[in-house]
């Protein structure tokens, strides 16, 4: 089993940056595929970016996000990152950590491809 925390969340104006993160327990997560994903009010959950563990860490995001967001990961800390710049209203969604067990390593962008879950950080962007 593993279990995932993130933190990081808040609010932050047009603009600004947030840095969100994403604790593992339970199991290390140095061989999942890790991802974070967002869900805005009356919207689907959707993907945000992805990192497996392969060398190099292979990063994977939204086309909307590139460039704005990256994510990283310190697997001897067993944790994830989000670092988000240039926040914009449309950002406002509950971000949430997950992972990925497939062997290959594959950074799969679908929701039900992600066996673990956290249990969400609020991030709120005001104009």
């Known amino acids: 089993q593993v279990q995932l925390v993130e933190s990081g969340g808040g609010l932050v104006q047009a603009g600004g940056s947030l840095r969100l993160s994403c604790a593992a327990s339970?199991?290390?997560?140095?061989?999942?595929?890790m991802g974070w994903f967002r869900q805005a009010p009356g919207k689907e959950r959707e993907f945000v970016a992805a990192?497996?563990?392969?060398?190099?860490?292979?990063?994977y995001y939204a086309d909307s996000l590139k460039g704005r967001f990256t994510i990283s990961r310190d697997s001897a800390k067993n944790a994830v990152y989000l670092q988000m710049n240039s926040l914009k209203p449309e950002d406002t969604a509950v971000y949430y950590c997950a992972a990925d067990g497939n062997i290959l390593g594959t950074i799969r962008t679908a929701v039900h491809e992600y066996a673990y879950w956290g249990q969400g950080t609020q991030v709120t962007v005001s104009s």
């Open positions: 990192i497996n563990w392969r060398s190099g860490a292979n990063t």
């Open positions: 339970g199991r290390t997560v140095s061989r999942y595929v």
